[in-house]
Structures are given as C-alpha cells and as structure tokens.
C-alpha cells in the first residue's frame, strides 16, 4: 500500500530540488559530473530521516553519497538536514532500490550501505530483505571486485539471514560485531533507528561484506 503523502511535501520536497534527484535513470554513467568531482561514490538505501548519510558526508568530504529512499516523507527530511548543513557532496533520490541497476552503471558506486533495512519478519515476505538474493543480485551488477557493502542492524534474525545470504551470493564478511557500541568498531555514525533501539539497551550487529568478483565460482555441493 503506498502510503498518502503528507501535505506540503512536494512543496518542502521542491525547496531542496538542487539536491532532489528526480529523473536518476538519466544520470546513469554520468554521477561523477553533477559533484563536479572524480571522488568516490558510497550509496545508502533506505536512509530514512538521513541523520547517518549527513554525518557522513560532513565527516568524509572526500567521499561522494547518494541517499536512496522511498517514502518521499521521509526523504524529505533528509534533504532538509543536508540542506541545512550547506553540504555539496550528497544527493537524494526518491526511489525503489531494485532499480539499482537502471541509475548506475558497473563500478560507478564503490560502497553500499544498508542501515537499519526493514527485517520483513514473515517467511514468505523474505525476498522483500534488503539482504535478499534478489537484491544481492542487483548490487553484484553495480559493484566492482573487491567493493563493499556495510550492513547493520538491531534485529538478530535478520541478521543471521543476511550472514547466509551474503556468504551464498560470493561475499566475503570480515568485521563481524555482535555488539557494535560495545567493541572497538571507531567513527561509528549513528541513524535515527540506531540512536533509538540502542537506547532500548539493544545490541547492534554489524559486519562488512566484500564482493568476491563477477565470476561466481562457487560449486554445487550435493553430498
Ligand atoms: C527501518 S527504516 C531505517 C531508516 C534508517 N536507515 C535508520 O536506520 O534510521 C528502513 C527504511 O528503508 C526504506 N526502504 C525499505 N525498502 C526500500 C527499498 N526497496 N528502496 C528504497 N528504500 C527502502 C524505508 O522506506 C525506510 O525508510
């Protein structure tokens, strides 16, 4: 069900239109020219009301972002705080991400962050997990060997599931935290869900998964 927009949105959504990208598929193999710059480019999909893609961009300004998000609501809060930090190194687009593949071309991104993404707790609503083969999948089109995608989370069963479906899909994980806030992980950016389930006294898992290269070469296994 998608859900009614609030009012004022495209008015608010407007006022950040020089941050607002609205036709991404047009820009695909072309990223590079609205920064100005041959800067890296790292992904968040799903940011949310964008507290962890605007530290980010404050603290790395160096590094080129693109926030993906789908509830225009909520986006537009992001675009507000990037708006209001005068950052020129992140861009927002209003999107679903399985049309990862139609916006960039192969090595155009260089890392995917995946915070907080929506655990769909039911079996059959599995393949809706941003951690899913079907989107693993759509990221392997767009990475390069040896690209990395940062996954962290509140929920263990989510976690567990994107452990195997990462190792499946020839990603190799190193970094694994069952406790991220209690180890020695520095530079942690925090998002809106983490700042709120860590205050509940919740565990955060984390763990990075390199992409092992286009060539899968694993081997079925049947005994
Ligand atoms: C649970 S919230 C977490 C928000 C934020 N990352 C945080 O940690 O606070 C998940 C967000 O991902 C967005 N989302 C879920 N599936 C998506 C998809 N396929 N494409 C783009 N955004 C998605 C949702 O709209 C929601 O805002």
Not at 60 to 68: E, S
Not at 96 to 113: L, M, P, Q, T, V
Not at 192 to 201: I, P
Request: contains cysteine; proline residues 2%.
């Amino acid at each position: 069900m998608r859900m009614r927009k609030k009012k004022n949105c495209s008015a608010r959504m407007e006022q950040c239109a020089d941050i607002w990208i609205k036709e991404p598929e047009k820009l695909k193999g072309r990223w590079a020219e609205c920064f100005g710059n041959g800067n890296n480019i790292h992904i968040e999909i799903g940011c949310g009301k964008g507290d962890f893609v605007v530290g980010m961009a404050k603290l790395n300004p160096d590094v080129n972002f693109i926030a993906i998000e789908k509830v225009e609501d909520v986006i537009v809060m992001a675009m507000e705080k990037a708006k209001e930090a005068e950052l020129t190194n992140v861009l927002f687009t209003d999107m679903d991400a399985e049309k990862i593949e139609d916006i960039f071309e192969r090595g155009e991104i260089r890392r995917i962050y995946l915070n907080f993404s929506d655990p769909w707790k039911k079996k059959k609503q599995a393949k809706r997990r941003l951690t899913h083969k079907r989107f693993l999948d759509r990221y392997k089109a767009v990475l390069l060997q040896g690209d990395y995608i940062y996954f962290k989370t509140d929920n263990k069963a989510l976690f567990d599931f994107s452990l195997n479906s990462f190792a499946e899909e020839n990603f190799k994980m190193s970094n694994i935290s069952l406790d991220l806030h209690n180890s020695d992980f520095e530079g942690n950016v925090m998002t809106e869900y983490e700042k709120r389930f860590s205050g509940m006294g919740m565990p955060i898992y984390r763990l990075e998964a390199t992409y092992l290269g286009w060539e899968d070469n694993r081997e079925e296994n049947t005994k």
